[in-house]
């Protein structure tokens, strides 16, 4: 089964950074759009941020302007750099691929979800 695994999460000061990493593994063709989501206590999942294989990237509002997503094919990792974090930001960041475990197929996964913490 495909995994996917989050890390970097952590609590930070208003005005910090965090690197969140999310890594996948096991057997498939390859991954399609890889993104970032995260949900607050009482609110909704909200997406992030995504980016396409092509390299095309979506944002969230709320993030656009001090939070970059990245991927590295080769390591089958998606990355989001957070800069200039607020108290608001503070959510569990979960990791979404969607994932051809062959040509014709698509299917989709959640990585088990990071907490980011930010104080004032």
């Known amino acids: 089964q495909v995994q996917l695994v989050e890390s970097g999460g952590g609590l930070v000061q208003a005005g910090g950074s965090l690197r969140l990493s999310c890594a996948a593994s096991?057997?498939?063709?390859?991954?399609?759009?890889l993104g970032w989501y995260r949900q607050a206590p009482g609110k909704e999942r909200e997406l992030v941020a995504d980016?396409?294989?092509?390299?095309?990237?979506n944002y969230a509002d709320s993030v656009k302007g001090r939070s970059t997503i990245s991927r590295d094919d080769a390591k089958n990792t998606v990355y989001l750099q957070m800069n200039n974090l607020k108290p608001e930001d503070t959510a569990v960041y979960y990791c979404?691929?969607?994932?051809?475990?062959?040509?014709?197929?698509?299917?989709?996964?959640w990585g088990q979800g990071t907490q980011v913490t930010v104080s004032s």
């Open positions: 979404n691929a969607a994932i051809h475990p062959s040509i014709i197929t698509t299917r989709y996964y």
């Open positions: 096991g057997s498939f063709f390859s991954i399609s759009v």
């Open positions: 980016i396409t294989r092509a390299g095309n990237t």
